[in-house]
């Protein structure tokens, strides 16, 4: 019950292992939940840049499960998902990835998020 009130919570989940990654991405799997993930590094300045908007723009879809994942922390979640290059934006349902976006731009992010939101809306009818 506690893990389904902390997904529908406006805010970004840091991911810190393999395990924690299965766990959320199992969950909102189960629960029908929408996932953006931002792969980011503390040495990547465009990837540091983007974190106030990220969380900023995990505020504003409240049904969408906001996930960072430090790419050094966890190398093998961004092994296994092919991230190559910081920031790397995952957009995710039913535990599959449906698009992806490579580089610091938010706009960009914000319109792809926006689609992805209402498309998810009219599946779940």
Not at 10 to 31: G, H, M, N
Not at 102 to 115: I, Y
């Amino acid at each position: 019950m506690a893990a389904q009130t902390q997904i529908k919570k406006p805010r970004v989940v840091k991911i810190d292992s393999e395990e924690s990654w299965d766990l959320f991405i199992s969950q909102a799997t189960k629960q029908g939940c929408p996932v953006v993930v931002h792969f980011t590094a503390s040495w990547c300045m465009p990837s540091v840049a983007m974190n106030p908007f990220f969380v900023q723009l995990s505020s504003s879809y409240k049904d969408i499960l906001f996930l960072l994942v430090d790419v050094d922390e966890v190398k093998r979640v961004a092994t296994k998902m092919e991230v190559k290059a910081m920031p790397t934006f995952l957009l995710m349902r039913a535990g599959k990835q449906v698009d992806k976006l490579v580089g610091a731009n938010p706009e960009e992010m914000r319109k792809r998020v926006d689609c992805f939101f209402h498309h998810n809306r009219v599946h779940k009818k």
